[in-house]
């Protein structure tokens, strides 16, 4: 049976780019040899990690305007290390979103003054703050642009009179945006990118070198810029498979053409709890995510009727986080239309039998 | 054509999990769902996880030792800072054997004094220092066990009065060694151990805890030990293939059973660069590496002749390091004696022509 994978990351990847990493953990190319045992400083391991960083580029629409790509190791949660290291000298203003938003927040808090410019934690951060200064003598402006946990998405950013730094981890290359606006972009591989092990961050080269700290090579973006993203030894098949998924997404018309999709996949899921009177919608109308569908199932005596019928139906990770509790639907880039058609047509059929 | 990979990392790895780690790219043990489209928190994972740190400890000798075994991101290099952050209080004691020695004094000066017991750097590294002292008042003492890009090995651990720290990158798991002389042994996955993309990371427990530093939430060691190696997304794929090395290296009888197989490579080799006068070695003799065997051809007349050998006979990655010159053989785990004999009767024959 079909599975529909609505986990919420590691997550669903395109079928054609799990065919091809298989293959290439045996023979890459038919070069006698597997991707994971050639050294990364061979020509066709360079090939890759620059056709990964020129892909994430070409995708966002910033090649030529001053920015750099690097496939890190550490998740999304070093970079909230990384940021703070790099760009944080007297005090930055964060937006509080939720749990990523407030970790985001508490690592930075070692180094120096953080200062929340709004947060939604008095409702369990069900939307989204808006209309908030951004003080411009600080040094950069942290927001999260979607809280898995919690189904929100940033929809409108605001124009940042200081870096603006983003994780965009839960919904990078979803949507169309003026990525421009942006002094770093980071986001772990696992969700619309790749498998867990690999963290995509894009970097606008001149915000960078500002501070006063003696940053740890590592943590320097400088060093990772220098030495083309190869510092150390990458993690060879999350990068290699990030790529094929770059590369998949590029074939389908890009970021437009994926947006069009994630659109039809969220009108669908919502209108079906909207609709239908047995579901609840967690988080604000105007601030739901097109990535992750948060709901709760009203009546708790249909619980396990519903989750027997998901599990007949193929669905799997539908499970909500604990601080949110019910069920999230996570609709990354290669989870298919059809895939939210089963997971609705369970749902009305729940309300049929109800 | 059989290739004969001597790279020096990655590098060669057994056939048996490259096939299995492929087949799970597909379809993990017959679920449907590839291995790094499953979440990390399923029981699937959490058992790959806990398999793969039981292993190495067992492997190692230190299962109720007080040890714990984490699967972290960033290489050795992350460990560089790690152990500096987690344990550097006032001084640390570091011996230089090379490159990679260096990098780890270098990242830890910026915490605090770091003292060299004892350097080889006068002589280029060909040799391993013995009988220095280790200051009793210091915090740790570092060494790094197998000095892949000079051919060096340090044969006989000192006892030392503080907790001794080895990155053993590129010789974990080929030798018997008393493992409980160590506070924390490190190793990259990408030579004895996986794919390039995790670290390995052994710790006593009762050495953390003495800094008085706040440690980022990353570079902590013991929240790593408190959440199971799970504090953020693992890199999946990597943890997995490490754990298939693992249970491959426990089948074929152990680290003792490879430890053989290792220094009958090793004498082959070296024997042939002592016995044949157009080859030198690089390294002292008692301080030669079973893993990496560094060696010079004497007649530069001939290099071309003996690389085109080598390509004709299928071997790849014999190329010095630049600071070495020359060439190297990298004998990991997973490269068989056949690859070995291979690489010297071409070795021999160029002898026999000149």
């Known amino acids: ?59 966002l629409g910033l090649e030529g305007k001053g920015y750099k790509a690097l496939f890190l190791q550490g998740g999304a949660s ?26 985001a927040i508490n690592e930075a808090k070692i180094y120096d003054d953080i200062y929340e410019v709004a947060s939604s934690k008095e409702a369990n951060y069900n939307y989204i703050p808006k209309g908030y200064d951004i003080p411009e003598e600080y040094d950069y402006f942290h927001c999260t642009s979607n809280n898995t946990i919690f189904g929100t998405q940033i929809k409108a950013f605001p124009d940042s009179p200081i870096p603006m730094v983003c994780d965009m981890s839960s919904d990078i290359f979803s949507r169309t945006l003026d990525f421009s606006k942006f002094g770093i972009i980071y986001a772990g591989a696992q969700k619309n990118m790749g498998p867990a092990g690999t ?10 070198g500002k501070v006063s700290r003696k940053i740890p090579s590592m943590m320097d973006y ?9 510092f150390n030894t990458p993690p060879v098949f999350a990068v290699y498979t990030s790529m094929l ?8 018309g ?17 209108s079906e709890i909207d609709l239908n009177p047995l579901f609840k919608g967690f988080a604000v109308k105007e601030d739901r995510s097109i990535m992750n569908a948060t709901f709760t199932l009203e009546n708790e005596n249909l619980k396990e009727t519903f989750e027997t019928m998901l599990k007949e139906a193929g669905i799997n990770g539908l499970n909500g986080h604990r601080s949110v509790g019910g069920y999230r639907a996570s609709m990354y880039n290669a989870l298919s239309l059809d895939s939210v058609k089963v997971l609705v047509e369970v749902m009305s059929e729940l309300e049929s039998k109800a």
Not at 199 to 208: A, M, P, R, Y
């Open 78 to 103: 070093t970079q909230f290390l990384m940021v703070a290291l790099n760009l944080l000298e007297k005090r930055a203003g964060y937006l509080n979103t939720g749990t990523w938003a407030n970790k």
């Open 1 to 59: 049976m079909k599975k529909h994978n609505f986990s919420a990351g590691p997550c669903v990847l395109p079928q054609e780019v799990l065919q091809k990493a298989s293959q290439a953990v045996l023979d890459l190319d038919h070069s006698g040899l597997s991707l994971i045992e050639i050294s990364h400083r061979s020509k066709a391991f360079v090939d890759i990690m620059e056709k990964a960083r020129a892909l994430a580029l070409e995708l």
């Open 199 to 208: 963290t995509l961050v894009v970097v606008k080269e001149d915000i960078l």
């Open 245 to 252: 998924t770059l590369e998949w997404l590029k074939n389908l």
């Open 222 to 230: 400088k060093k990772h810029i220098g030495s083309g993203s190869m």
């Open 254 to 270: 890009g970021i437009a053409a994926i947006e069009e999709e994630n659109e039809k996949k969220a009108r669908l899921i919502y």
